[in-house]
């Protein structure tokens, strides 16, 4: 994966939200949703490589994956254009439960169909799951010096994420031309909407006078809903004053069917992973299931968010150890790769289960996978089917313009946070956070220019950080 064969185009002026074309005509896009190219032309293989390398390097979680994703199935494989994606983060980001498992469940729709989808969101949550099962199988081998390890590497790995979050960002930006300055207001208005105490942490940290605040904020679905909202209102306004339009084609109903495929494919898994739980471990089990189906689909705000949900579903009702659940499950789930709601929940089906046998605790952690991915994209779906269906209204058609430099602002404060995390780390491992975060700045000036010149492969890149990150704070 050099950086030699990524972004091959992720620099140049786009427009944005209209069709997916360059200077010359239309980008050779391959199975996207705005095309009618035949199903035997697509990429099944390399839309589950794509998504297996995002579960493997996406450190951060959510929001942070967006760049990730979209820099391998859109620059890189041409899976997808970018008005196509653009939707899918829409939806991702307005419908509860792991924003990457339903990034991949709407690609492998795009491209294939429902079967692919599902597929899809297991690739990419693979990954996280098997590290968090591993290492908490581990735990009592290998102590709490293994999550220490991977705590150290991430500070490094964290750095290039940022990377790939401000070569997105400034994608945007430069795509949007007159635009520009007005998206950039919009992206600062939006970060500190919805991030103002980890910006202000930040900034205070990096003077050596950290000031741990409170301050009111939107969550990332208030934020968006808002949006849209506003978005919608203008986007009505200036169609009907823009006067009559042209008709534009008949909705092709059939379009649906596979979208009700998919989702009655998600929800099956969700209740296998439930069925799972009652066969292993009774009807107690079952109850766990149920509830990890509805912590999933009431989650909003995030990975983060997830743990405070996951806290009172599963902690304070006794059904997992408080101390095991903080010391050893959240940790784990924070320090590896993938969606943090369902590393966690793979987690508690395995905490559930670790009292009665090892076998039976990884099948736990297992069937807890298949529920959350299940119980999030069976809810998302729907949404994501009426949403292309309408496309060409031009409310969608607005949104596919006027959301981007709001994502953008959510990437600047999921940025914040991961520094913030890193900084964490630092002072858990004896190291000054100060130091730490002005390096990772430096780090990441110097991986940027690296990566946008395409001087090193970004694998190389990846690897170095996590090193040098693994070697200085362990050491």
């Not at 099962?133 to 790995?157: D, E, F, H, T, Y």
């Not at 949900?309 to 789930?333: I, K, N």
């Not at 780090?443 to 946008?452: E, R, W």
Request: aromatic share 6%.
């Amino acid at each position: 994966m050099g950086a030699h064969d990524i972004l091959p185009h992720a620099w140049a002026p786009a427009p944005i939200g209209g069709t997916a074309c360059g200077p010359v005509g239309p980008l050779p896009y391959a199975g996207s949703a705005m095309t009618d190219e035949p199903a035997a032309t697509r990429q099944p293989w390399g839309l589950l490589a794509g998504l297996l390398t995002v579960g493997t390097i996406g450190f951060g979680g959510g929001s942070a994956l967006v760049p990730v994703v979209d820099k391998e199935l859109v620059a890189r494989r041409r899976l997808l254009d970018e008005p196509t994606f653009t939707r899918h983060t829409v939806v991702a980001n307005i419908t509860p439960g792991a924003l990457p498992v339903k990034l991949a469940a709407a690609a492998g729709q795009t491209v294939r169909g429902p079967w692919l989808a599902l597929v899809g969101a297991l690739v990419v949550a693979a990954p996280g799951v098997v590290g968090t099962l591993g290492l908490l199988a581990g735990s009592q081998a290998l102590g709490p010096g293994a999550v220490r390890a991977v705590s150290a590497a991430s500070v490094g790995i964290a750095a290039f994420i940022i990377v790939l979050l401000t070569g997105y960002v400034t994608k945007v930006h430069r795509q949007a031309g007159r635009r520009r300055w007005a998206f950039v207001a919009v992206t600062a208005a939006s970060a500190l909407a919805v991030g103002p105490h980890s910006l202000v942490l930040l900034v205070t940290s990096l003077v050596g006078r950290p000031a741990h605040v409170r301050l009111p904020h939107l969550s990332a679905v208030q934020l968006i809903g808002g949006a849209l909202a506003v978005i919608a209102v203008v986007a009505l306004v200036r169609d009907r004053a823009a006067g009559p339009r042209a008709v534009p084609r008949p909705r092709q109903a059939r379009r649906l069917g596979p979208t009700w495929v998919a989702t009655g494919l998600f929800a099956a898994l969700a209740g296998l992973g439930v069925g799972a739980f009652g066969a292993l471990a009774g009807a107690a089990g079952a109850r766990v299931g149920v509830l990890l189906a509805l912590s999933a689909v009431t989650s909003f705000g995030g990975g983060e968010a997830y743990i405070g949900v996951a806290d009172g579903f599963f902690v304070r009702s006794g059904l997992v150890d408080r101390e095991t659940f903080y010391t050893q499950l959240v940790p784990v789930a924070n320090a590896l790769p993938g969606p943090i709601l369902v590393k966690v929940g793979a987690g508690v089906g395995f905490l559930v289960g670790a009292p009665v046998g090892g076998w039976q605790a990884w099948a736990l952690g297992l069937a807890a996978t298949a529920v959350t991915v299940g119980a999030c994209c069976s809810v998302a779906m729907p949404v994501l089917g009426l949403y292309e269906e309408l496309r060409e209204h031009p409310v969608v058609r607005s949104v596919g313009t006027y959301v981007l430099p709001v994502i953008c602002g959510l990437l600047v404060a999921v940025s914040a946070t991961m520094l913030e995390v890193s900084a964490q780390v630092a002072e858990a491992a004896g190291a000054s956070p100060v130091a730490v975060l002005w390096v990772s700045l430096a780090a990441i000036a110097v991986m940027s220019v690296l990566h946008v010149r395409r001087l090193v492969p970004d694998l190389v890149m990846l690897v170095a950080a996590g090193a040098v990150s693994l070697v200085v704070l362990t050491v």
